[in-house]
């Protein structure tokens, strides 16, 4: 059995601040835990905006506090996500995530796993995960 605090993970290495400052996320679980996933709980900041696209990997977005949107840009939709919403990315959506007024924390799964060392590269997207 694995159990990690919050607060622990954000003091050590754990702790993965955004390239742009938009955002920090602690990786709770990681692949080498070795059980097929990653967990992260993640502050999107105030007034930002992250362009992304995981094209090698799929997540799942959980809101826990705060509020903020995603708007897909194959179609144009916006879906404010508020505590209690959650978003898959399951196609590999290419989206905007914004922080509104006072941000927003989530909770995140990553399939597959990720290393707590990865980068989003110019496209939005993180390298696959044999790279």
């Not at 959980?62 to 897909?72: L, S």
Request: aromatic share 8%; charged share 30%.
């Amino acid at each position: 059995m694995i159990v990690r605090n919050l607060e622990e993970c954000r003091k050590s290495g754990r702790l993965v601040t955004a390239e742009n400052g938009n955002w920090d996320s602690t990786r709770m679980v990681l692949a080498d835990d070795n059980v097929g996933f990653s967990f992260n709980i993640t502050r999107i900041f105030p007034g930002t905006e992250t362009h992304i696209q995981y094209k090698h990997h799929f997540e799942a977005v959980f809101c826990i506090e705060g509020e903020g949107e995603v708007e897909t840009l194959a179609d144009g939709k916006v879906y404010t996500i508020r505590p209690g919403d959650m978003y898959l990315l399951n196609e590999h959506d290419e989206h905007l995530l914004r922080g509104k007024e006072k941000g927003m924390t989530v909770a995140c799964v990553f399939n597959p796993a990720l290393t707590g060392k990865e980068v989003h590269r110019e496209d939005g997207s993180y390298a696959p995960a044999d790279e």
